[in-house]
Nanobody, 115 residues
Framework: QVQLVESGGGSVQPGGSLRLSCEAS????????MGWYRQAPGKARELVAL???????TDADSVKGRFTISTDNAKNTVYLQMNSLKPEDTAVYYC?????????WGQGTQVTVSS
């Protein structure tokens, strides 16, 4: 079992920044994949950014150049730095972990971008 604790959501104006955090209850070195998805109202959950063991990183075209995924291995934590936020980034953001072949999800944190 893996517990994920998310923090960092909130409301910002367009152009603002937020940083999301997700702490895992297992060592990050044992995790196969770790990252972030989001789900806007009425839409399917979509990948935002992902780190695969070995360091490979991928992110959605819609966030390239604005969002950065990173980890703090000592804290077993993955971050999502979100800059130049747009109204279309409004969604519930979920931390995701693939561990021993099973997917785990955080509780979700709301990000609202509005003037």
């Amino acid at each position: 079992q893996v517990q994920l604790v998310e923090s960092g959501g909130g409301s910002v104006q367009p152009g603002g920044s937020l940083r999301l955090s997700c702490e895992a209850s297992v060592t990050i070195f044992s995790i196969n994949r770790m990252g972030w998805y989001r789900q806007a109202p009425g839409k399917a959950r979509e990948l935002v950014a992902l780190i695969i063991s070995g360091g490979f990183r991928t992110d959605a075209d819609s966030v390239k150049g604005r969002f950065t995924i990173s980890t703090d291995n000592a804290k077993n934590t993955v971050y999502l730095q979100m800059n130049s936020l747009k109204p279309e980034d409004t969604a519930v953001y979920y931390c995701y972990v693939l561990y021993n072949g099973r997917a785990y999800w955080g509780q979700g944190t709301q990000v609202t971008v509005s003037s």
